[in-house]
């Protein structure tokens, strides 16, 4: 039997998505010939994602440092009128990565499998609304005259857009959907950025 | 861009066997959302591994306590007359599972890739002569009449039991190899219990 140190992580990896017992035990063993130094560091900056990692009191972006808000909704140079909403963190970072769009962002949560009641109230639909009716209670001093529904297009995505397309109809807002350019059946993050440029300019 | 311990945990999970930068990715956002005392625990578990698991000084299992030599080393139930040599930590665990075996072992260290010098020679080749030669001067009071060749039944594993049995012939002890049972161009590792046990009894 491994010792209790090697069976406790072989434990945490197999939980990690996508991983199994067999993989786990791979991992650990590739730890057990890294350097001290190199594990003392890994350990320390898996403290610092809980201690130091915080999510953006407007938008849910994880970011580091003092402040409530992340660089983005800090940032005076955006375009406040516009705001985009996607399913993960990965999206919004593809997005940014881009540099297509200049508004602010709303990551909704996920990734979800399914669009059954219980995953759907995973996603803040709730505190969406609430930063789009008053966005200056979350410290944005936005005026939003266009949401942009950035979901995967994906089936789930698809229908997590309708559903939150008829709920946000009620605010009298302009809505778009990403459109020509991203494959279908595909998923945002892996999306390059001439297919999420063609996307941004294609919205309808 | 990610904030920088994300960043950082990212890089290191891509230097994981087989792990690209999508994988580490959501392995980050997947711990970025378990709970605090669950990232704690995962943290003192990696310092564990380099603090409080050591190599046995005969055989080199990884094993937790005060002495030098592991728990099977360490057995005086064991049979002292022979040592089963393996490529890496996981089959000496396959094979401990199994039950079928009660001599000692060795493990050479691996996997290995290639059967070039380079990688020859990360193999624990001196160790394994010094301690068939002399147990005594590392804690063990063996006397071993038969060496068990239990590598991976694929081609570089092949090359290296030529290479061992070459080498090891010197000595004049029995030398085995496991045989019937295990499927050509398999993993020792994923064997089951059944395979291992008809490839121990018909070793030859």
Same mark, same amino acid.
Do not use: H, W
């Given at each position: 039997?491994?010792?209790?140190?090697?069976?406790?992580?072989?434990?945490?990896?197999?939980?990690?998505?996508?991983?199994?017992?067999?993989?786990?035990?791979?991992?650990?063993?590739?730890?057990?010939?890294?350097?001290?130094?190199?594990?003392?560091?890994?350990?320390?900056?898996?403290?610092?994602?809980?201690?130091?990692?915080?999510? !953006?009191?407007? !938008?849910?972006?994880?970011?580091?440092?003092?402040?409530?808000? !992340?660089?983005? !909704?800090?940032?005076?140079?955006?375009?406040?009128?516009?705001?985009?909403?996607?399913?993960?963190?990965?999206?919004?970072?593809?997005?940014?990565?881009?540099?297509?769009?200049?508004?602010?962002?709303?990551?909704?949560?996920?990734?979800?499998?399914?669009?059954?009641?219980?995953?759907?109230?995973?996603?803040?639909?709730?505190?969406?609304?609430?930063?789009?009716?008053?966005?200056?209670?979350?410290?944005?001093?936005?005026?939003?005259?266009?949401?942009?529904?950035?979901?995967?297009?994906?089936?789930?995505?698809?229908?997590?857009?309708?559903?939150?397309?008829?709920?946000?109809?009620?605010?009298?807002?302009?809505?778009?959907?990403?459109?020509?350019?991203?494959?279908?059946?595909?998923?945002?993050?892996?999306?390059?950025?001439?297919?999420?440029?063609?996307?941004?300019?294609?919205?309808?």
């Amino acid at each position: 039997m491994y010792p209790k140190t090697i069976r406790k992580l072989i434990e945490i990896f197999s939980k990690f998505p996508g991983i199994g017992q067999k993989t786990a035990t791979r991992f650990v063993f590739y730890l057990l010939k890294q350097k001290k130094e190199d594990i003392e560091e890994f350990s320390k900056f898996l403290k610092d994602l809980k201690e130091k990692v915080k999510f !953006c009191k407007f !938008c849910f972006k994880p970011f580091e440092g003092e402040k409530q808000l !992340c660089e983005i !909704c800090q940032n005076p140079a955006r375009d406040l009128t516009k705001i985009c909403i996607v399913e993960k963190e990965q999206d919004l970072e593809a997005i940014e990565n881009a540099q297509i769009f200049n508004g602010l962002y709303f990551v909704l949560g996920g990734p979800i499998s399914s669009i059954s009641k219980e995953e759907l109230e995973k996603l803040r639909v709730k505190e969406l609304f609430e930063r789009i009716k008053s966005p200056e209670k979350f410290g944005v001093f936005g005026n939003f005259k266009e949401i942009i529904l950035a979901l995967n297009p994906t089936v789930t995505g698809e229908a997590i857009s309708i559903y939150l397309e008829k709920k946000l109809k009620k605010l009298g807002k302009k809505i778009t959907r990403l459109g020509k350019g991203l494959p279908s059946g595909g998923e945002l993050e892996y999306a390059d950025e001439e297919t999420l440029k063609s996307a941004f300019e294609g919205r309808k």
